[in-house]
T-cell receptor, first 114, second 112 residues
Framework: NAGVTQTPKFQVLKTGQSMTLQCAQD?????MYWYRQDPGMGLRLIYY???????DKGEVPNGYNVSRLNKREFSLRLESAAPSQTSVYFC?????????????FGPGTRLTVL | ELKVEQNPLFLSMQEGKNYTIYCNYS?????LYWYRQDPGKSLESLFV?????AVKQEGRLMASLDTKARLSTLHITAAVHDLSATYFC????????????FGTGTRLKVLA
């Protein structure tokens, strides 16, 4: 049982390049989330998927798109990367939307945009 | 605007001392979570508080929830160096959107 996995672990992009961050969970969870964490700060929600087939914007969705590929996988795409998107990106999942218990986090992807 | 505020933001304490971290939130919620994050690592779930008056304890850490005051506390008893980490609270929004709002985090350093 791997829990929540993310690929890649590290990535360096040039401004304007695109990339997709992958996330998968093997816990049969319904809800999945993408967060970003900037240095010394808390987590801000980018997008989430309450259940397979649905996606919704979080606090900071601009510059990102998501795809809930199936129940296991939730990807985050940067179409044209900007230096302001340099951050650590965490994917999380929870059994929800009901019951509303804790989220389980992946190891993170450290992204640098030059 | 929904806000979750923690204080203090930084805490440096001696081993063996007690201290409390506070988490105040501005929205209606009956579920609150505490997480720990070690430097360069992911978040690890510590406590799940599911109702008013809930209290959970694990080792030297104890968390409580007062939904009427919109306040949760994380109490540290006789701190040890291994507790050095950043602690986040997160509030579960009850409006049906099924998402969290995270607090700002408290960076704890326990000095030997």
């Amino acid at each position: 049982n791997a829990g929540v996995t993310q690929t890649p672990k590290f990535q360096v992009l040039k401004t304007g390049q695109s990339m997709t961050l992958q996330c998968a969970q093997d816990m049969n969870h319904n809800s999945m989330y993408w967060y970003r964490q900037d240095p010394g700060m808390g987590l801000r929600l980018i997008y989430y998927s309450a259940s397979e087939g649905t996606t919704d914007k979080g606090e900071v969705p601009n510059g990102y798109n998501v795809s809930r590929l199936n129940k296991r996988e939730f990807s985050l795409r940067l179409e044209s990367a900007a230096p302001s998107q340099t951050s650590v990106y965490f994917c999380a999942s929870r059994p929800g939307p009901q019951p509303r218990n804790e989220q389980f986090f992946g190891p993170g992807t450290r992204l640098t945009v030059l | 605007e929904l806000k979750v505020e923690q204080n203090p933001l930084f805490l440096s304490m001696q081993e063996g001392k007690n201290y409390t971290i506070y988490c105040n939130y501005s929205t209606t919620s009956d579920r609150l979570y505490w997480y720990r994050q070690d430097p360069g690592k992911s978040l690890e779930s510590l406590f799940v508080l599911l109702s008013n008056g809930a209290v959970k304890q694990e080792g030297r850490l104890m968390a409580s929830l007062d939904t009427k005051a919109r306040l949760s506390t994380l109490h540290i008893t006789a701190a040890v160096h291994d507790l050095s980490a950043t602690y986040f609270c997160a509030v579960d929004i009850t409006s049906g959107t099924y998402k969290y709002i995270f607090g700002t985090g408290t960076r704890l350093k326990v000095l030997a």
